[in-house]
Structures are given as C-alpha cells and as structure tokens.
C-alpha cells in the first residue's frame, strides 16, 4: 500500500516541472558561491601562511597554509543551495492545497497519515538528489578556484557529501513541514527565504555584536541547517564540535564558524540534530493540522 | 473492514462552520442497485454532506459512513467509493493521462486503466493535452473518469451535469443508470429537480441543512394531488363562491387563471354554473415535481413559507425541526404573491423532456 502511494508521490513530482526548475537555481548558487569563497579563501591561506598568523598558527596547531581552505567554499556552496528544497518541500503539500489536488490525494489514500507519510518518504528520495547535485556543484566550483593546497582530502570530501545530502534530505522535511503548517506556497516560500537568508543571519549577528552571544547561530534553523556541512570545515579548523582547543579565543573561534559558514554551531552531528527538532516541531505541526483540516 | 453492502447511512449528522449552520441534524440512507437525487438549492447543505461522507470534512457531530465504515476506515477507499466533486482541483500543467496514472498507482490499478477511462469518458484525443487547457466540461469527465479508476462499488457525484453538453448529460444519464443496475450505488446531488428526474429513482430533499423529504420519487409525484386551472369572467367572484363552498386551496396563476386545489372539475363547475359566473375553460394540471420540489425547499432564504401542496406521503417525511404543516387558508391571494417564481432554467413540462437534455 505504502509502496503505491510513494509510487503515486514520485509521479506528482515528475510529471510536472518544479523539481528540476528547481534544480537549476540551485546548482547556480551553489557553483556561485562555490567559486566566490573558494576566490577568497585562497587568499586566507596566504594570509595564514604570512608572518602576520604565527599567533593563530600556535593556537590552531596545524601546518600554515596547508588550511584546507577548500571546505569552506564547499560550505558556503551548499549552505546556499539548501534553500531551493527548502521551497521543494513546501510544494509537496500546500502546493497540493493551492491547486486543489489534495482532495483527490486523500480520497485515494488509506487515511490522510499514510498520504502524508508517502509523501515524507518520496521527498526524503528527492531531497537525496538535490544533496548529490549541490554538492557536486560547490564541489565543482571549489576545485576550480581553490589551490591544491587548500583543497579537502577525500575523506573530508565524502563527509561534506554525506553531510550535505543529510542537510538536504532534512530541508526538504522541513519544507514540507512548514507548508503542511501554514498551507500557504507563496506565503511560505517568501517568508522562509528572507527569514533563512537574512533575518536569522541579522539576529545571529546582532546577538553577537551587542550581546555577546555566540550560540544563537547553533540553534536557530538555518544555523543549525548551515552548521551540517559548515561545522565540518570549522571543525578542521579547530573551531566547532568538541575538540575545541582550551587556548582558542571565542570570538576568533566564532569569526572561523562564521567563516566556514556556521557561526555558533556545534559539531554537525549536534547541529544536524537541532535542525532535525526544527523539522520535527513544524512536521508535528502539519500533521495535526492536516487530520483536522476541512477540505472544502 | 467495510461490509460490502455498498449502503450509505447518514445519521443526525451535523456541520458548523463558525456561526454558519451548514447541515444539521440530517439523516437518510441511499440502498444500492439505485440512484439516489439529493437535491436541495443553493447552499442547502449538499456539498458539505458529501465531502463528510467522503472524510473530506469533519462532522461536528453525526456520523456518515460507506459500508458501515467512515471513509478512513475502508482500507483502499477508491476501490469502495469513487467521487465528482464540485470545483475539483487538477494540476494545471499535468497531463490527463498524467494525473490519472498518479492516481492508477496510488490506488494500485494498472496504468492501461487511466487510457481505458480516457476512452469511456471521450477524453482520448485529448489525453496528452494538460488539465489547466481543457475546458469545464473536460474536466467534468476528467473528473469521473478519476472517480472510476479504483472501479468502485459506490459513486458520488456533486452537480456533476456542470459543464456538461446535452450529449455528455444524456451519456452520463444512461452511464449512472447501468452502473445502478449492476447493484452498485449512486448517490448524485442537483440543485435542479428537473436535471435529474429522468435519472432517479430515489431522492433525498434538503433545504437549509435539513431534510425535507426522503423516500421514492415515485411516492413524491403520487404525493402531489392534481389541480384545476380555471378561467372565469371574473376571478373575484370565483374565489368567494369557492370560498363560501369550503374550497380555500386557491391561488392566482401568472396568467390570470385560479389554480385550485382539492377540488375536482365537475365540482367547479357545477359550483360556478349555480353562481353564474361564466368559466371560458378548465384545464387539470398534472403533479409537477419541480413545482413541489420549488415548494419543499423554499423558505430557506424566506422563513415562515410552509411547504405548498398535501402532506407527504406517511413514512416518507422526515419532518424537520421548524417545520409547519400547511395552513389551511389562502396564501395566493391573500398573500399576494401567487406561485413562486420557477427556479431558474425551468421550463413548462411539455411531455417530461426537461432535463439533462437529449433522449434517454
Ligand atoms: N468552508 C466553509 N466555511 C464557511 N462556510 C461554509 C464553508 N463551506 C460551506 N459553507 C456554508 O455552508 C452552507 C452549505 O454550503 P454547501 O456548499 O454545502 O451548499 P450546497 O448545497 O452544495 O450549495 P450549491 O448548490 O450552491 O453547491 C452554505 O451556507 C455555505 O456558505
Ligand atoms: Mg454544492
């Protein structure tokens, strides 16, 4: 039963074209931002390598210039492309609303959970696809623009892909979570973006400018979002998760998170975590509200 | 699991919409191997029932179930019940054949079943043609045609003659009709009695969410007795001879003839010979359905209208809270206001052919 109407969810998503427009701004930005910070983030290297970093060299204890650089631009590529499954999930269901197809998806379902637990289950596929495709893009546009010395190892690369399919998969839930709440395609889309893109990164930054804080970053949703793949490259830096060297200064450590794109986060895993109860909270949300909605 | 009895039972079912009373209280049953009318005019109530029926909308209170099951309960649903609902949503850039081949595959039908549906409905030229393109009609048939892939053993229509051309209407007709009678149940709702007469042969009447009648058509049209149109030189002193003899159930006709009631020809006639009161012609005006119909439901929008005409038929009644059996008296002339107007797109029985057009 649930193998059919996952079937039935699959062919919604291919038989229109939103899924693979969506691809196209999505591998745009990712490659952009890709190329823009691995530009940059050359020159960090230099700088690290220069005299004037001997200081944080002591404190970071990895060979200068040798920084891999490169996942920085990795996160930052991928950071950006998260939004477009973002605006993918919330077309799985209030995208089913505005056209009105969400009559004739429940009165071929078993009940209106199982509808809602086959859609979970085809955009967790999707949202796969769209992890792969990113990463392949940031990947793309960090090795043309990073310096071979900067650039990941493969291990580091793979945990970026992992980590970066895992972002993906969770936006795409919260995506849907977030329309199945407000049912709303337009109204959820707008106002997720400017929140993801720049009322979240204004708080994060106003608390620590004048309030000192530096974990908001690593709690609100698209920190914790960011933090999956950017806690990586922190991480290698010796800015994120638990191995924290003691010396290291906490605004230095959060000006290398924010660097890598992930101000505040923790270890990925706890950042993945944090999102994962974002995606909940509002799935939960949806779920209830779609037992109890009147379709008229 | 469901029974397999392919019986729809509504019981003292009952929606609010805010301060909005959309059905209340209502109760009737539609038995298989017929098709059932539930009519009632704008805003009655007859889309809301439905949609509870069909688990689209919660009750507030009541119940509404499909083989003894609410429609969460009946495991693959579209196999059990399949629907044409008002204002249907299809995606705009989706194929037909598309959108049904979504649909094949959630209820777990194979996808030659969408092109076997294209075809019954006359839709296979324009299978590859998107839903957003086709016109009122198209996706009135797009609609049945997804209402019939599961193969259902019970079909709910919600006014599905909209759009409709006279040949589709005459298709649709016979097509409820034999799928009737190979014991399966259809439950099609109207606003229009006339629409659908030819097509049923029981009938559900609602009128501001509640029922109004409920029963065979048949006993519905034995209910309504006959009345004697009659000309006169002068109406005035007709209706005071009638009067004075015991006949009040008079009222004026648009055309300036009185129309009585329970009265028969020969009756009037004697009675106007003994007052002199010349009569150019008499002529008995058979039961007319949509008229009683009209009279079963007003007063939705106009309270204190009692239904017009006999009691109903015993059994058949559902008397609704509020409701006022007939006052003997005058309502034509004294309430100045003679019949209502014909619902629209009424026409004068000429031979029972009004209706969902062409021959049946
Ligand atoms: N979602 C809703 N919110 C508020 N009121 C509603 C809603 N849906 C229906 N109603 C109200 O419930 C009443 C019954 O509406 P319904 O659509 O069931 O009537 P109907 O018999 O199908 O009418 P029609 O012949 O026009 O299709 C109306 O007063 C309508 O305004
Ligand atoms: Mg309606």
Redesign the interface.
């Known amino acids: 039963m649930m193998g059919n109407l996952v079937k039935a969810e699959s062919r919604k998503i291919i038989t229109t074209k939103s899924w693979w427009i969506l691809l196209i701004p999505s591998v745009a930005f990712a490659l952009a931002f890709a190329l823009f910070w691995g530009a940059i983030t050359n020159d960090l290297n230099d700088y690290l390598g220069s005299s004037d970093a001997r200081e944080l060299a002591g404190l970071l204890g990895i060979s200068l210039g040798e920084l891999p650089v490169g996942l920085l631009a990795l996160a930052h590529g991928v950071n950006i492309g998260t939004i477009f499954p973002i605006i993918f999930g919330v077309f799985a269901l209030a995208g089913e609303y505005s056209k009105k197809t969400i009559t004739t998806t429940f009165l071929t379902a078993p009940n209106r959970g199982s509808a809602l637990t086959a859609k979970m289950l085809t955009y967790i596929g999707f949202g796969a696809i769209y992890g792969l495709v990113i990463v392949g893009a940031a990947s793309l546009g960090t090795v043309l623009t990073v310096d071979e010395r900067g650039l990941p190892t493969a291990g580091q690369w793979l945990g970026v892909l992992g980590a970066g399919i895992l972002a993906t998969v969770l936006a795409t839930l919260f995506g849907i979570g977030v329309g199945a709440v407000w049912n709303s395609v337009v109204g959820s889309v707008i106002t997720l973006t400017i929140w993801m893109l720049i009322v979240e990164n204004v708080l994060v930054f106003v608390s620590f400018g004048w309030l000192d804080i530096t974990w908001l970053g690593g709690v609100l949703p698209n920190g914790t979002l960011n933090g999956i793949v950017g806690a990586i490259g922190a991480e290698a830096f010796g800015a994120a998760g638990l191995s924290v060297p003691g010396e290291l200064d906490e605004d230095l450590q959060w000006l290398l998170q924010y660097t890598a794109g992930a101000p505040g986060a923790f270890a990925w895993w706890v950042s993945a975590a944090i999102f994962l109860a974002w995606t909940m909270v509002f799935f939960l949300a949806g779920w209830a509200a779609n037992q109890r909605r009147d379709i008229t | 699991m469901h029974d397999g009895s392919g019986r729809i039972a509504v019981q003292n079912l009952t929606k609010r919409?805010g301060a909005v009373a959309a059905v209340q209280n209502l109760s009737f049953t539609v038995e298989p191997g017929s098709v059932t009318g539930f009519l009632g005019p704008n805003g009655a109530g007859k889309?809301?029932t439905l949609?509870m029926l069909?688990?689209?909308?919660?009750p507030t209170s009541g119940a509404a179930t499909i083989n003894g099951r609410p429609h969460?309960q009946?495991?693959?649903?579209?196999r059990v019940v399949g629907?044409v609902?008002e204002?249907?949503?299809?995606?705009?850039?989706?194929?037909a054949r598309?959108?049904l081949?979504?649909?094949a595959?959630?209820?777990?039908v194979p996808d030659r079943r969408a092109d076997e549906l294209l075809g019954l409905v006359g839709l296979s030229s324009a299978a590859d043609r998107k839903a957003g393109e086709y016109s009122l009609g198209m996706r009135q048939r797009l609609a049945l045609a997804?209402a019939l892939?599961?193969d259902p053993q019970v079909l709910v229509l919600d006014e599905p003659a909209n759009g409709l051309d006279p040949e589709g209407i005459a298709w649709l007709r016979s097509f409820l009709r034999s799928f009737a009678q190979q014991g399966r149940t259809v439950l099609v709702s109207s606003h229009l009695l006339s629409e659908v007469e030819q097509t049923i042969d029981q009938v559900v009447i609602i009128s501001a969410g509640m029922t109004r009648y409920y029963g065979p058509l048949e006993q519905l049209r034995q209910s309504q007795t006959s009345r004697v149109l009659v000309q006169p030189a002068d109406a005035g002193e007709l209706v005071k001879a009638l009067q004075e003899a015991g006949f009040t159930q008079l009222e004026p006709t648009p055309d300036g003839r009185v129309a009585v009631s329970g009265a028969t020809v020969k009756e009037i006639g004697d009675l106007a010979a003994k007052a002199g009161i010349a009569v150019y012609g008499m002529q008995e005006d058979r039961a007319d359905l949509e008229r009683l119909f009209f009279q079963l439901t007003a007063g939705q929008f106009s309270t204190g209208q009692a239904p017009y005409g006999q009691q109903p038929p015993p059994g058949a009644w559902a008397p609704p809270p509020g409701y006022q059996p007939p006052q003997p008296g005058h309502p034509g002339y004294q309430g100045q206001q003679g019949y209502p107007p014909p619902p629209q797109g009424y026409q004068q029985p000429q031979g029972q052919q009004q209706g969902w057009g062409g021959q049946a």
């Open positions: 919409f889309t809301t949609r069909l688990g689209l909308v919660t969460h009946l495991g693959n649903p579209a629907a609902l204002n249907e949503g299809f995606h705009p850039k989706r194929t598309n959108h081949r979504v649909y595959s959630a209820i777990g997804t892939l599961g």
